[in-house]
């Protein structure tokens, strides 16, 4: 069965505090990507990466940062946390994309559930 | 990346077809259209994609006009726990980025 695993489902940290988020996947995938969800925002990308040790901002990377340096591995990190980070994370992965239209669909985890205080 | 809209909220009868509009009017050649759903408290879920041919699987259909600039997603016989969010995705083949817009929010009622 395939899986997305997401470090923590609830995570409260204090203002200031370096946050990691972590997320690993065991089907062998070359993307990862991590999201954020609000309420009436939708999942908006911050950070996607397409191999090991690549990486490129999505439309919100400002205030995080992104480390993959192995291929099962792709950690989010909140250098110095806020309150307006306060969200749900979800991280996903999927193969790189292949010619002919094969099915690359995204496998997401369960979310993380940040509040900053 | 190709923008898409979706109406913000649809209802749906249990037992009759949902059909679930999008636009993408900027849509490039060699982006496909792909769909999700996410339920309640739950990370989101693949249903189908497409290029430019229709698609059907056991989750749904998809049906692209032939300028592409539009899609229908159809649940042929909605249930209850067919009530969700669906976005509808322009993805482009060569980085398989996945960009999500605000979706549609499905009722399914009884």
């Known amino acids: 069965d395939v899986k997305v695993t997401q470090s923590s489902r609830y995570l409260v940290k204090r203002t200031g505090e370096k946050v990691f988020l972590e997320c690993v996947q065991d089907?062998?995938?070359?993307?990862m990507f991590w999201y954020r969800q609000d309420p009436g925002l939708g999942l908006r990308l911050i950070y996607f990466?397409?191999?090991?040790?690549?990486?490129e901002k999505g439309d919100i990377p400002e205030g995080y940062s992104v480390s993959r340096e192995k291929k099962e591995r792709f950690s989010l990190i909140l250098e110095s946390a806020s309150t307006n980070q306060t969200s749900m994370y979800l991280c996903?992965?999927?193969?790189?994309?292949?010619?002919?239209?094969?099915?690359?669909?995204?496998?997401f985890g369960q979310g993380t559930r940040l509040t900053v205080v | 990346d190709a923008k898409t809209t979706q109406p913000t909220s649809m209802d749906c009868a249990e037992g009759r077809a949902a059909n679930l509009p999008c636009n993408h009017s900027?849509?490039?050649?060699?982006?496909?259209v792909y769909w999700y759903r996410q339920i309640h408290s739950q990370g989101p879920q693949y249903i189908i994609h497409?290029?430019?041919n229709n698609e059907t699987n056991e989750m749904a259909s998809l049906i692209i006009t032939e300028d592409r600039k539009s899609s229908t997603l159809i649940l042929p016989h909605a249930t209850l726990r067919d009530t969700a969010v669906y976005y509808c995705?322009?993805?482009?083949?060569?980085?398989?980025?996945?960009?999500f817009g605000q979706g549609t929010t499905l009722q399914v009622k009884p």
């Open positions: 996903a992965s999927s193969l790189r994309i292949r010619v002919g239209g094969m099915n690359t669909e995204a496998f």
């Open positions: 089907m062998d995938h070359e993307n």
């Open positions: 990466s397409y191999d090991v040790k690549m990486k």
């Open positions: 900027t849509i490039s050649g060699n982006e496909y």
């Open positions: 497409g290029l430019k």
């Open positions: 995705i322009v993805r482009p083949s060569n980085t398989g980025k996945l960009i």
